[in-house]
Each structure stands twice: as C-alpha cells, then as structure tokens.
C-alpha cells in the first residue's frame, strides 16, 4: 500500500494561484497514475485531474480546463498540481490518490484508485 501526502493549500484570492503536491511513497514501479481530486462543504467528491507515467496521458475536469495543469517529476516521484485562475468554487479539499500499474489514459474517477491521501485545504476568498 502506497503512502499519499498532499501540500501546497492554502488562501488565496480569487484570480490567484497555487500549486499543489503530491508524493506517494512506497512507489516500486516507474509506472503508476495519480488522480487529484476536490470535495467542497455539503457537496459530492468529483475529480479534478489525473496524469499516467505509463502512456504520459492527462486529463482534466471540465470545469477546470484552461486553468489548473497536472504535471510531474519522474525523479522526485511527485505530481503537482498548478491551480491558476482560482474561483470562489474552486474552494475545497483536494485530495490526491495513487494507483500503480500501466494505465492507458487516465481517468478522473475515483474507483480507478486504492490509495488516498488526507487531503490539503484550498481556499479562495476576497
């Protein structure tokens, strides 16, 4: 089982930006996808954005397209996560997951992934 860890939160207003972390240790494969997703006060957990180190495919929800990009350090073993153009909606807790394996285009769904991590709190406020 694989140990996920989350930085990068914080405050910011709206228009900023921030970038977030996620490292997963315990990684014995070069191949492996991660997922980020977010889950607001009173609202479902929807995903975010995921990235494979397998094909190097990425994906990105909707309502974040244009704004936030997913990317990664093969060295350091760390996915980040760059959330620009933040909103008021954008407010919520990300959370980041693994799972290990060859994936051929990642998805932004949660069942695709057995590890998570505790998430970080994003918030977006005049």
């Known amino acids: 089982q694989l140990q996920v860890v989350e930085s990068g939160g914080g405050s910011v207003q709206p228009g900023g930006s921030l970038r977030l972390s996620c490292v997963a240790s315990?990684?014995?494969?070069?191949?492996?996808?991660i997922g980020w997703f977010r889950q607001a006060p009173g609202k479902e957990r929807e995903g975010v954005s995921c990235?494979?180190?397998?094909?190097?495919?990425?994906a990105y929800a909707d309502s974040v397209k244009g704004r936030f990009s997913i990317s990664r350090d093969s060295a350091k073993k760390t996915v980040y996560l760059q959330l620009n153009g933040l909103k008021p909606e954008d407010t919520a807790i990300y959370y980041c997951?693994?799972?290990?394996?060859?994936?051929?285009?990642?998805?932004?769904?949660?069942?695709?992934?057995?590890?998570w991590g505790q998430g970080t709190q994003v918030t977006v406020s005049s």
């Open positions: 997951a693994a799972r290990t394996g060859f994936v051929w285009g990642c998805k932004v769904r949660d069942s695709e992934y057995r590890d």
């Open positions: 315990g990684l014995i494969t070069e191949y492996y996808a």
């Open positions: 990235i494979s180190t397998g094909d190097g495919s990425t």
